[in-house]
């Protein structure tokens, strides 16, 4: 699928997404992982640091795990199949798709949200103090 740069480069939050992409991600919303509530239980309301985030968020051609508007950032929640190189490279070039936008992604594993969210928590703080 064909990226248009005007919809790229667009301030708009949802960056030009499609009908479709919105309705994915519903569905996305309404299947979690456990990893992803987890993690939405820790920013939603407001709760980190007063940012709002968002789940589930459509980018472009992009489901975004989480988002916050204010801070142009995005939290990406990656599973073991992001393990693959296959997968890597697909990664490496949905996150260049998504900073060429002007946004930030920071990525956790699975494994990290579930074993050490407190540190996860302080490394989204850094980042949010960084960018504010």
Same mark, same amino acid.
């Given at each position: 699928?064909?990226?248009? =740069?005007?919809?790229? !480069?667009?301030?708009? #939050?949802?960056? *030009? ?6 309705? /994915?991600?519903? =569905?996305?919303?309404?299947n979690q992982t456990q990893a992803e ?5 820790? $920013? =939603? /309301? /407001? ?7 968002? %789940? ?13 508007h204010a801070l142009k950032l995005v939290?990406?929640?990656? *599973? *073991? ?5 296959? !997968? !890597? ?11 060429? !936008?002007?946004?930030? $992604?920071? %990525?956790?594993? /699975?494994?990290?949200? #579930?074993?050490?969210?407190?540190? $996860? ?12």
């Amino acid at each position: 699928m064909a990226m248009d =740069k005007k919809s790229l !480069q667009s301030d708009s #939050m949802w960056k *030009g997404a499609s009908p479709l992409i919105f309705s /994915n991600a519903k =569905k996305l919303r309404e299947n979690q992982t456990q990893a992803e509530e987890k993690l939405w239980l820790a $920013v =939603k /309301n /407001n709760q980190l640091e007063g940012y709002k985030f968002r %789940r589930q968020h459509p980018l472009s051609i992009y489901i975004a795990d989480f988002y916050c508007h204010a801070l142009k950032l995005v939290v990406e929640i990656d *599973g *073991g199949y992001h393990l693959t190189e296959e !997968q !890597q490279l697909l990664d490496e070039k949905r996150t260049s798709d998504i900073e060429f !936008q002007g946004l930030k $992604v920071i %990525r956790f594993t /699975n494994e990290e949200i #579930m074993l050490k969210l407190p540190e $996860v928590i302080d490394k989204i703080k850094a980042f949010i103090k960084m960018l504010s």
